[in-house]
């Protein structure tokens, strides 16, 4: 088993035994391409790698022989059009077979490979172009997203090849074109060419909640920081098929579709929707027999409206969730149609697994868990002093005795802000959370989300939890907003469940209902109706955004309430001359 190549011991008796005793052997040089993908195929050829399919009734099972040939294929390819070691490569693929064969190719080569997102415009694309300098762009055959593309180079002159796969475009080079006559084989690099543990391999840029798209540089020892994200949070089967809903255009994909994954020996299971249908996906995780899975707390809500007990679910084992905090309404409604237990998790795309709901562990809904193997972490208040239990402060993670395994060596092309995220000597996760006195933890928010009003310190989730119990509320983002007497009040942005009409009346009962069920200062003052929220084009909810709204017609507000002073005291002026 590849498995048992990187450690010494795979089996744990508990939590406590798992992260105490977890050591990785980090072969010198390691390159997954080579050292797990080659070696199954040598191995065990046969061995199921990906499963694929699609909304057009195209499928297809790659064996670990199948990709291996196919990225040595389409390393050559790569190669014949320029590319080498250190060149940046955009992959914006989707979910298509084809992801598999661009990014283990540009791993046999030593380029770094820049996944990037189908929903990306040409301003967007401009700025990531600029920014990590990129030599070739690979897109599947969108003509809408091409346009984007082809736009996005005019402004730059900065990419110099184009590569589609499927339809061919002009000023594009078709992949099938070449692939078929590249040859099957791809020595694996020698001398300056070949690789090395500290060389970057990927670069994520972040979705930019509240600033400009950050770069995320990932070496080539990476891949093996997710043995645990798969192993031991995802809980996937050797032999089975694993499900990360994730889009490859965000690192989450890498957290469920590729490494750690493989290295576990379970295959990953892809779906390529078009957009996401809650009845197809429970289709496919039925017909394709799906053993474990990971989608955010999103997905869970919509396959449970649509009604999860429909579908022959049987060969599911175990089920994980990450990207927001697990409401407990979730929690319990899939454990009553399934059986199965939600295990959260928590992370950033600088990271791998920082925190879990292990299987050890009984899970407890809305808490991140506790401290995966190799990270040693802290909540600190704003003067760096430890909190005490169920205080809120800034997730830190200590890197004094050496950074755990897979995470990001900073930000590429940016010291500025890699010196400030490692301010101190510890990494600042910029997130906040509590402990409860078990060692759990809890997530509050963003730093800057938290809302401080009347000397309480209020998490955003904690609001939005109890205000999606109420049968009106489809989607919320609460907010803290400018208020006189209370320092700040708390705001709730609602988008509106099909049949219910936004009224005075539904917002006074909203918040009669907070005070309810949550404690009295946690019940939103403010509650503005809208059709949807503002989103990053990851699909988390930019709360930046409406605050900076709040604040410009604040502004507008007290610039119109000055004018209307201001001509009040002219009228009065000119009353009291006559």
Known sequence: MILNRFLARTEYSSYEDLYENFKLNIPEDFN?????????????????????????????????????????????????????????????????????????????????????????????????????????????????????????????????????????????????????????SFPRPTGDAATHNDDIMIVYFTSGTSSNPKMVAHTFSYPLGHIVTAKYWQNVIDGGRHLTVAETGWAKALW?????????????????????????????????????????????????????????????????????????????????????????????????????????????????????????????????????????????????????????????????????????????????????????FWFVGRTDDLIKSSGYRISPFEVEEVLHKHPAVLEVAVTGVEDKSRGQAVKATVVLQKGYEASKDLAKEIQLFAKNVAASYKSPRIIDFVSELPKTISGKIRRASIRDKDKEDANAANAAANDAAKEAESASSENSEK
């Not at 993908?37 to 990906?50: G, I, N, Q, S």
């Not at 590319?83 to 791993?107: Q, S, T």
């Not at 379970?266 to 039925?286: C, H, R, W």
């Open 32 to 184: 997954f391409a080579y050292d797990v993908v080659d070696e199954y195929a040598k191995t065990e050829p046969k061995r199921e790698a990906l499963v694929w399919c699609d909304d057009n009734d195209e499928s297809h099972i790659f064996t670990f022989k199948d990709l291996s040939i196919a990225s040595q294929r389409t390393a050559n390819f790569l190669v014949e059009k320029g590319i080498k070691k250190g060149d940046r490569v955009m992959l914006i693929l989707r979910r298509r077979y084809e992801f598999w064969f661009f990014l283990l190719a540009l791993h046999r080569i030593g380029a770094i490979a820049i996944p990037a997102t189908n929903m990306l415009a040409a301003e967007d694309l401009e700025y990531r172009f600029k920014a990590a300098d990129i030599k070739m762009v690979v897109s599947y055959d969108d003509p809408a997203l091409q346009k984007e593309i082809d736009t996005a180079c005019e402004h730059t002159h900065i990419v110099e090849t184009l590569v589609t796969i499927g339809q061919s475009r002009q000023n594009w080079i078709n992949f099938y074109d070449d692939y078929e006559i590249c040859p099957p």
């Open 256 to 440: 469920g579709k590729i490494y750690g994954q493989w290295i576990a020996g379970s295959a990953v299971f892809t779906y390529d929707m078009n957009v996401f249908i809650p009845g197809k996906l429970l289709e496919k995780m039925q017909e394709y027999k799906v053993t474990t899975f990971c989608a955010p707390p999103t997905v869970y809500r919509y396959i449970l409206q649509h009604g999860v007990e429909k579908y022959d679910l049987s060969s599911l084992k175990y089920c994980t969730t990450a990207g927001e905090a697990l409401n407990l309404d979730i929690y319990k409604k899939f454990f009553e149609k399934t059986g199965l237990r939600l295990h959260e998790g928590y992370g950033q795309t600088e990271l791998t697994l920082t925190t879990g709901n292990f299987e050890w562990m009984e899970p407890r809904p809305g808490s991140m868990g506790k401290p995966s193997p190799g990270y040693r972490m802290d909540i600190v208040d704003a003067d760096g002093n430890s909190c005490g239990p169920d205080e809120v402060g800034e997730i830190i993670i200590k890197i004094d005795e050496g950074k755990p395994f897979g995470m990001f060596g900073g930000y590429y092309r940016d010291e500025e802000r890699t010196e400030k995220v490692f301010e101190g000597g510890v990494y600042h996760t910029g997130d906040t959370a509590t402990r409860d006195k078990d060692g759990f």
